[in-house]
T-cell receptor
């Protein structure tokens, strides 16, 4: 158990819908990362937040957005969902921005 | 980020040492070598990291060559539970580039 908690674990939704994935980092961790893993793309970095501020951006679609709240939990919002958005979404956290990163168990999103 | 090259797959007999190589010939002086593994579709699990010295923890040993252009992860007594995809990642830890960039990794299969 890494200490990173993600909810929901599984989610099935229809195309065009919007979903929110939630992440609670390890206690004391200030930095949160989001990754997407689909069958044909491997693990892709989406975005990083550090203490509430966006720190780095990867291959995140404009339909996707994220934020980190004052209590340090983070949410990844996915809108106008397409079939190709079906994937595992991982949240990870680290104490400070350069420290070891620990991953949660992921949220399985299936878009039908 | 420096790129890494890993064999796509390897087998190892249960109880033997598993030695997973990684080439990172373009590594910079401030880049660390990190190893993670992913068992089935679970969240990536941190194993070990190092800068230039060899490192050992309860999971594995990391041997980095003197020129830092390659490294080897050693699982001393492999068990069936070590079957996973192993990722070697070169990572800077500052300047907003602290994310992990995953490649395709090595699929390690432990043979009973």
């Amino acid at each position: 158990d890494s200490g990173v908690t993600q909810t929901p674990k599984h989610l099935i939704t229809a195309t065009g819908q919007r979903v929110t994935l939630r992440c609670s980092p390890r206690s004391g961790d200030l930095s949160v990362y989001w990754y997407q893993q689909s069958l044909d793309q491997g693990l892709q970095f989406l975005i990083q937040y550090y203490n509430g501020e966006e720190r780095a951006k990867g291959n995140i679609l404009e339909r996707f957005s994220a934020q980190q709240f004052p209590d340090l939990h983070s949410e990844l919002n996915l809108s106008s969902l397409e079939l190709g958005d079906s994937a595992l979404y991982f949240c990870a956290s680290s104490v400070l921005s350069g420290n070891t990163i620990y991953f949660g168990e992921g949220s399985w999103l299936t878009v039908v | 980020d420096a790129k890494t090259t890993q064999p796509p797959s390897m087998d190892c007999a249960e109880g033997r040492a598993a030695n997973l190589p990684c080439n990172h010939s373009t590594i910079s002086g401030n880049e660390y070598v990190y190893w993670y593994r992913q068992i089935h579709s679970q969240g990536p699990q941190y194993i070990i990291h190092g800068l230039k010295n060899n490192e050992t923890n309860e999971m594995a040993s990391l041997i980095i060559t003197e020129d830092r252009k390659s490294s080897t992860l050693i699982l001393p007594h492999a068990t069936l539970r070590d079957t996973a995809v192993y990722y070697c990642i070169v990572r800077v830890t500052n300047f907003g580039n602290e994310k992990l960039t995953f490649g395709t990794g090595t699929r390690l299969t432990i043979i009973p």
